[in-house]
């Protein structure tokens, strides 16, 4: 009757063993399992660090590509043109200059004139090759009209400042309300008008002075 307490002693080891087996199982699950999260969560860093280096690179590519646009649209000639109704005078020097109509300057001239400024607000030099003005309707079969330059062409440097000028006819040709724009012209053949402002206030200072 003694052999049944060594059955149940090695059934409880057998028990035992197993138990042991699958705490080492699962054991070994649990640390595969983590070390794949681990994976999982570093390839996502990573991945998320990538797309935020390739941003801030498109980023900086695109603040150098504006920067060059930039330069290159200061870079370059740029003309600015004004008009205004005056007087011509002449200095000691010998050099004409105008003055306002209603300024009392010895020896300044009767006659209105239209005078043309050109400024090279840019950073080329230009050529100021010559003036003109449109029409808004025909006027003796032609829709445009040309002013004869009297110092032109003028090269302007960066800066630079040069005046033309041109009699006010008694019709106030070059600016009446026929006149449908003024500018001038560069070496290029591109074309630098009066605003729509500026031509207005150029129409009003001609009728004001021609009635006074």
Do not use: M, W
């Given at each position: 009757m003694r052999p049944a307490p060594p059955q149940r002693?090695?059934?409880?080891?057998?028990?035992?063993?197993?138990?042991?087996?699958?705490?080492?199982?699962a054991a070994e699950f649990l640390r595969r399992e983590t070390l794949m999260r681990y994976l999982v969560l570093g390839v996502q860093m990573k991945t998320g660090i990538t797309e935020i280096l390739a941003a801030y690179a498109a980023i900086?590519?695109?603040i150098g590509l504006a920067w060059t646009l930039y330069r290159g649209l200061l870079d370059r000639a740029k003309l600015q043109?004004?008009?205004?109704?005056?007087?011509?005078?002449v200095g000691?020097?010998?050099k004409s200059f105008a003055v306002k109509p209603n300024l009392p300057?010895?020896?300044a001239s009767k006659k209105l004139f239209v005078v043309m400024t050109v400024v090279n607000v840019g950073r080329r030099p230009a050529l100021w090759q010559g003036w003109?003005?449109?029409?808004?309707?025909?006027?003796?079969?032609?829709?445009?009209?040309?002013?004869?330059?009297r110092d032109l062409p003028k090269m302007l440097q960066e800066g630079e400042t040069h005046s033309e000028?041109?009699?006010?006819e008694e019709n106030?040709?070059?600016a009446n309300d026929s006149v449908k724009s003024l500018y001038i012209w560069d070496a290029s053949g591109k074309d630098w008008k009066l605003s729509r402002r500026q031509l207005k206030e150029l129409k009003e200072e001609a009728k004001a002075c021609a009635t006074t």
């Open positions: 002693v090695a059934q409880s080891s057998a028990f035992s063993n197993s138990a042991v087996l699958s705490i080492g199982r900086l590519s695109s043109v004004s008009a205004r109704v005056r007087r011509i005078a000691a020097d010998g300057v010895e020896g003109g003005g449109r029409y808004h309707k025909r006027v003796n079969g032609r829709d445009s009209f040309f002013i004869v330059g000028f041109t009699e006010l106030l040709r070059p």
